[in-house]
Structures are given as C-alpha cells and as structure tokens.
C-alpha cells in the first residue's frame, strides 16, 4: 500500500481495503492470501478499510500510474459503503491514472458514477487466468468506458480469444504473466508455457497494446532464470520483451 510499486506496469498501488474473498481458481494460490498468511499480517479473508492510506493519491504530486486496490478488490461487496470516498478522491485527480483491476466486472457500470466510466484518466480491467474466466471479458466489453484492460495473470491455462474485431477493438491493453508461487505448502504455483503466451499475443497484437509482465517460477525455473518470478525482461525469450501500454 505504498507510494512507490515493484509491479512493472504501474508507478504506485492505492489499496482503500485490504482483504478479499476469492471467485474462482484464478484465485486458487492469490499473492494476497500468500503473503498475509506467511507474515500474519492481517485476516485476508476479511475486508477491511484502510486508515493511513486511504487518501494517498491526493498526497501524489507527480502524475502516476496508479494500480487500485492490489490487496482487495475494488468492487467487492464488502467495500460499497465507502467506494464512494475513493470516487471523491479520484475526482480531485485528473492528473492520475487509475488503473482499476477486478475480478468482479459485472459490478463495474451500476458501481461507477455515470461521468466517471468516460473518464480518460481511468482504466477499468479485470484478470483471467483459464478459459474459466471467459465471462469476465464478456463483461467487460459491455461497460461504456474509455479504455478496458485485460491481466491475463496467473496465465494457468491455454486460452483462446475467440472475438470478433469489433471486441477485438475495445480490449485496449493486456497484461501477460505466469503465476509466482512457493515450492512447498499451501500456495504454490501453476505452469504456465510459452506456447501459451505466443498465442495471446498473437491472437491480441493486431488490436491491443501488449504487456508481457512475468514469466512466473514454472518458467523461471524452466528457463534458468536468476529471477524468481521470472520478472527480468532481460531474462525473456526476445520475441517476448514486449512492454507496451496503451496509445489512448
């Protein structure tokens, strides 16, 4: 929940909660859980506001990219009393962006203020992992919005993006990355192929800016990677240093 962030396609994380309740198996090996259980920090599997950094973009001077909510998410049921607070705050920062990832995007157009889903400064995404979470992306082409993302991490399976042009054109970023895990106990990690990555990107390129964030410990260690996560571009294959962000 800090200013500054080590996740590469953003500058800084705002968390107005931390605590989430998993959807799916996207979620099975979460970071979140991962590091709250491994430092009993707090209960992951409670939703709570947060108190010393709940207004932390206003205190952003420098214009940044801003990950919402890495540790929660934004549109979780448990945060509706207050969302509205975190709109406020957006609202007094038009020279940020906010990059608002959920795994709950059918939530997104009846929980945003209407003036709000147009605006330039915010991009609305959610995360899919496998094929299971295809309905999400369905979702998300539904929302009346300026720019959607998409973070196909932790890629644990093959996905097919069987989308006309017309939706094709409407995904204006994808993030790509395997999944980081433990070796031992409770959460671990999936594999995740090139194969797999090629295809996204292929099957994305012609209509989508492409961010290849990780190779994930399956590959990192496949590959003889120093990284753990496998989060050195210097360290991908080069027809997969691909870093891009969206030309809005």
Known sequence: MSEKSTI????ATWNIARGCTKVDEDCKFCYM??????NTRYNPLEVVK??????????????SKIFTCSLTDFFHEAIDSYRNEAWEIIRKCPH???QILTKRPERITDNTPTDL???????FGTS?????GMQRIYDLLKVDCKTRFISFEPLHEKIDINLDLIDLMKIHWAIIGGESGNETGKYRYRPCEIEWIEELI???????????????????????????HGGDIDEFPRHLQIRDFPVL
Do not use: C
């Not at 590469?8 to 500058?11: I, P, S, V, Y």
């Open 96 to 98: 940020h962006t906010f």
């Open 8 to 11: 590469q396609w953003t500058d």
């Open 33 to 38: 859980y991962r590091d709250s259980f491994d």
């Open 202 to 228: 292929k099957d994305l390129t012609p209509t989508t800016a492409i961010f290849v964030k990780q190779m994930g410990t399956y590959l990192s260690k496949k590959l003889g990677m120093s990284n753990r």
């Open 117 to 123: 889903l147009q605006a330039d400064n915010i991009w």
């Open 128 to 132: 899919v992992g496998s094929p299971k």
């Open 50 to 63: 947060t108190k010393m950094v709940f207004n932390m973009p206003l205190k952003l001077k420098e214009p």
